[in-house]
Each structure stands twice: as structure tokens, then as C-alpha cells.
């Protein structure tokens, strides 16, 4: 039972420089989201999607991409690293968008940007 | 736009004391209620959920919350916690209705530290 796999768990960027995170879910779900958790804030949606070639923005989404080509992949890119950018980062996905579905997360991926 | 408050960081407790973890929301339609559960470096589990019907969930590993509509709170709690309920708990809402994506808006969280 694989669930929703991220790659990597750790990452050091330096300033500028650019990179993907990896998310798959292995649940034929519809909806999959970013989270950044930062101390003291919780988790914050970064993009979401709900279903394959339909993407749309969260609540931090200034610096970061996603796309959506298949149901199971939801990369995220940060296109230009800024310290402010070192956080964990999570992956969930949820069988349907409707509020009451139960969602499941990835490890996390440690990201710091010096 | 909904938001959820959870007042306590840090909750340190002894082992077989009980436990509990405060969590208030705001929302202007109906809401589903979560808490989640992170283990040290782990992702998130769902601990427990309240959708519709008895006010009162409960977790298959002893723990409980309530729904107060009035006083718009969804607090969890543990007669008896054990060392390895350490982690942190998040409290979620998500707004019941159909048609657009319904988000899920966590809490800042509360670690539970259980002593010895």
C-alpha cells in the first residue's frame, strides 16, 4: 500500500536555484493538493487540483508551479528558491473534492534554501 | 472563508492523566470537522472526523471529540493518554457543500508531549 509517495524527503537549495518536488498517489484519486508547514502556522494550501489538466491556486502560491497531466502526479516546482521558501512540504491527495473526504499525506519533504 | 483556532502549542502531560486539546472554529455555512494526528517526522493521519448525525466521535485508539455548534468547538480528548501518544494534533474544517472544491483549513496545531 504505497498511498501518496514524495520524493525527496530532504532537500539544501541555494538562492536562485530551481526544483521540482515529486508527488504520486496510487488511489485513482480525483483531488491532490501542496501543503507548507511552517512552526507555529500550521499547514497552508500552496495549489491544488482537481483532476487531471485542471490546476488552481491556494493560499501561498507566489513562487511555486504545479501541473497536472496525469491522476497520478502532482509535481511542484519552485521556480526561483528564497529562504523563505525553507519549509516541510506535504502532499495530500483526497478520493473526491467534496469537504468530507478523508485525506491522506505524503512524508514530507524537508526543503532549506540557504 | 472559514478559520480554526487551536489556543494551546504545547500540551505536556503526565502518562495516564487525562488530555485535553482545544480547538475552536469560525465558518458562515455548515462545516465538516477533523483532527489529524503527526507522528515525528511522519505525514498526517486522520484521528477522527465528525460529518453529520451524534455529536460525539470516537478514534479506534481511545480518543473522543465533540461537536458544539453554540460554541462553534470540536475539542479532543483522552481519559488515559499513553507515551506513545506524543505528537501533534491539527485540527481541521472543511465546508460542507457540493459543486466547487471544498479545502480543508488546518489549525496551527498542538504538540502533546505525554511524561513519564
Known amino acids: 500500500n504505497a498511498g501518496v509517495t514524495q520524493t525527496p524527503k530532504f532537500q539544501v537549495l541555494k538562492t536562485g536555484q530551481s526544483m521540482t518536488l515529486q508527488c504520486a498517489q496510487d488511489m485513482n484519486h480525483e483531488y491532490m493538493s501542496w501543503y507548507r508547514q511552517d512552526p507555529g502556522m500550521g499547514l497552508r494550501l500552496i495549489h491544488y487540483?482537481?483532476?487531471?489538466?485542471?490546476?488552481d491556486q491556494g493560499e501561498v502560491p507566489n513562487g511555486y508551479n504545479v501541473s497536472r497531466s496525469t491522476t497520478e502526479d502532482f509535481p511542484l516546482r519552485l521556480l526561483s528558491a528564497a529562504p523563505s521558501q525553507t519549509s516541510v512540504y506535504f502532499c495530500?491527495?483526497?478520493?473526491?473534492?467534496?469537504?468530507?473526504?478523508?485525506?491522506?499525506f505524503g512524508q514530507g519533504t524537508r526543503l532549506t534554501v540557504v | 472563508a472559514q478559520s480554526v483556532t487551536q489556543l494551546d502549542s504545547q500540551v505536556p502531560v503526565f502518562e495516564e492523566a487525562p488530555v485535553e486539546l482545544r480547538c475552536n472554529y469560525s465558518?458562515?455555512?455548515?462545516?465538516?470537522l477533523f483532527w489529524y494526528v503527526q507522528y515525528p517526522n511522519q505525514g498526517l493521519q486522520l484521528l477522527l472526523k465528525?460529518?453529520?448525525?451524534?455529536?460525539l466521535v470516537e478514534s479506534i485508539n481511545g480518543f473522543e471529540a465533540e461537536f458544539n455548534k453554540s460554541q462553534t468547538s470540536f475539542h479532543l480528548r483522552k481519559p488515559s493518554v499513553h507515551i506513545s501518544d506524543t505528537a501533534e494534533y491539527f485540527c481541521?474544517?472543511?465546508?460542507?457543500?457540493?459543486?466547487?472544491?471544498?479545502?480543508?483549513?488546518f489549525g496551527s496545531g498542538t504538540q502533546l508531549t505525554v511524561l513519564p
Open positions: 487540483s482537481v483532476g487531471a489538466g485542471i490546476t
Open positions: 465528525y460529518l453529520s448525525g451524534s455529536t
Open positions: 495530500a491527495s483526497r478520493r473526491t473534492s467534496q469537504g468530507h473526504t478523508e485525506a491522506f
Open positions: 465558518s458562515s455555512v455548515s462545516v465538516y
Open positions: 481541521a474544517v472543511s465546508e460542507v457543500g457540493s459543486g466547487s472544491a471544498r479545502q480543508l483549513t
